[in-house]
Nanobody, 118 residues
Framework: QVQLVESGGGLVQPGGSLRLSCAAR????????MGWYRQAPGKQRELVAV???????TYVGSVTGRFTISRDNAKNTMYLQMNSLKPEDTAVYYC????????????WGQGTQVTVSS
């Protein structure tokens, strides 16, 4: 079995920060590109950030400069540091992993709720 487990979500005030974690179990972590997606009520799931197996990062424009994606291969864990949070960041955040050379080898976490409000 391959399992992705997210943690770190919760309720935060506008302007605050959260750090999401995604722990991978049962896989060789360094082989996978990793990403964070989010889905707000009434909207489609959106790709937020991606980090390749080599450490290259990409962000959706709305979070650029506020969010930072990173990975620690020794700990089999990916992170999303979220700063200057806005109410429009409210969503369920999902961890995703895939191998570029084998697109069918992909996995989703269960999601973690992030709510930004006063």
């Amino acid at each position: 079995q391959v399992q992705l487990v997210e943690s770190g979500g919760g309720l935060v005030q506008p302007g605050g920060s959260l750090r999401l974690s995604c722990a991978a179990r049962g896989t060789i972590f360094r082989r996978y590109a990793m990403g964070w997606y989010r889905q707000a009520p009434g909207k489609q799931r959106e790709l937020v950030a991606v980090i390749t197996s080599g450490g290259t990062t990409t962000y959706v424009g709305s979070v650029t400069g506020r969010f930072t994606i990173s990975r620690d291969n020794a700990k089999n864990t990916m992170y999303l540091q979220m700063n200057s949070l806005k109410p429009e960041d409210t969503a369920v955040y999902y961890c995703h992993a895939h191998r570029v050379l084998d697109p069918g080898d992909d996995y989703w976490g269960q999601g973690t709720q992030v709510t930004v409000s006063s």
